[in-house]
T-cell receptor, first 113, second 114 residues
Framework: DTGVSQNPRHKITKRGQNVTFRCDPISEHNRLYWYRQTLGQGPEFLTY????????KSRLLSDRFSAERPKGSFSTLEIQRTEQGDSAMYLCASSSGSFYGYTFGSGTRLTVV | QKEVEQNSGPLSVPEGAIASLNCTYS??????FFWYRQYSGKSPELIMS????GDKEDGRFTAQLNKASQYVSLLIRDSQPSDSATYLC??????????????FGAGTTVTVRA
C-alpha cells in the first residue's frame, strides 16, 4: 500500500457538467475525509466517512455535491451542474487515529470554464 | 473568530537562518496539533505533530505548544531553499467526538533566499 490515491489529477470541465472524483485511502484507515482548497487558503472540510457511513457534511457541501464510500473502501465525490466557483483542489485524506493526523492524496485540481 | 489562525506571511528568510511560524487556535480543549508542508501545486505533507506542552524536535524542525495560551509554533533551523513552501497549522478541534477531524489555518508561505 503506497498511500492515498486520487484520480484524476486534473479535470477541466464546462460549466453545468457533472464531474466525479475517486479516492482510494490507505487500506487500514477506516476514516476518510474530503477537503477543498482554493488559492491562498487552507483546506476546508467537506465531509467524512467512518467505514461506509457518512457521518458529517459541512454546510459548504451544497445539494450539488454528493459523496459515497461503498463497502468502506474507495470513495467518490460527485459535483453536479458545476459552477465556476467550484474550481479548486479537492483533497482526500485518510486517518487511523487522532494522534496520527492525515495522510493526503495528491489531490484533484478542478477547473470549471 | 477563525478556528485556527496563522501569520499570513509571506515570510522571507536568508539561507541558514531560523524561520519562525506561529499559529493560534480557538478551542481550549484541543489535544492534537500538526504542521503540514505544502509545495506549490502539491498536496499537504505531514512534517510534525505535537500533543504535550513544550518543545518537540525532529531534525531541523521544532514544534512548540502552549495550551494555556492556545498557541503552537514551528521553528525551522538552518533554513534551506528546499524549505520554501506554505506551512499549514492543523488542529483536532473536538477530541471527544472521535472523528479525528482537523481544522486548518490559511497557511504561512516561507521563502528561503539563497
Amino acid at each position: 500500500d503506497t498511500g492515498v490515491s486520487q484520480n484524476p489529477r486534473h479535470k477541466i470541465t464546462k460549466r453545468g457538467q457533472n464531474v466525479t472524483f475517486r479516492c482510494d485511502p490507505i487500506s487500514e484507515h477506516n476514516r476518510l475525509y474530503w477537503y477543498r482548497q482554493t488559492l491562498g487558503q487552507g483546506p476546508e472540510f467537506l465531509t467524512y466517512f467512518q467505514n461506509e457511513a457518512q457521518l458529517e457534511k459541512s454546510r459548504l457541501l451544497s445539494d450539488r455535491f454528493s459523496a459515497e464510500r461503498p463497502k468502506g473502501s474507495f470513495s467518490t465525490l460527485e459535483i453536479q451542474r458545476t459552477e465556476q466557483g467550484d474550481s479548486a483542489m479537492y483533497l482526500c485524506a485518510s486517518s487511523s487515529g487522532s494522534f496520527y493526523g492525515y495522510t493526503f492524496g495528491s489531490g484533484t485540481r478542478l477547473t470549471v470554464v | 473568530q477563525k478556528e485556527v489562525e496563522q501569520n499570513s506571511g509571506p515570510l522571507s528568510v536568508p539561507e541558514g537562518a531560523i524561520a519562525s511560524l506561529n499559529c493560534t487556535y480557538s478551542d481550549r480543549g484541543s489535544q492534537s496539533f500538526f504542521w503540514y508542508r505544502q509545495y506549490s501545486g502539491k498536496s499537504p505533507e505531514l512534517i510534525m505533530s505535537i500533543y504535550s506542552n513544550g518543545d518537540k524536535e525532529d531534525g531541523r524542525f521544532t514544534a512548540q505548544l502552549n495550551k494555556a495560551s492556545q498557541y503552537v509554533s514551528l521553528l525551522i533551523r538552518d533554513s534551506q531553499p528546499s524549505d520554501s513552501a506554505t506551512y499549514l497549522c492543523a488542529v483536532n478541534m473536538n477530541p471527544t467526538s472521535n472523528d479525528y477531524k482537523l481544522s486548518f489555518g490559511a497557511g504561512t508561505t516561507v521563502t528561503v533566499r539563497a
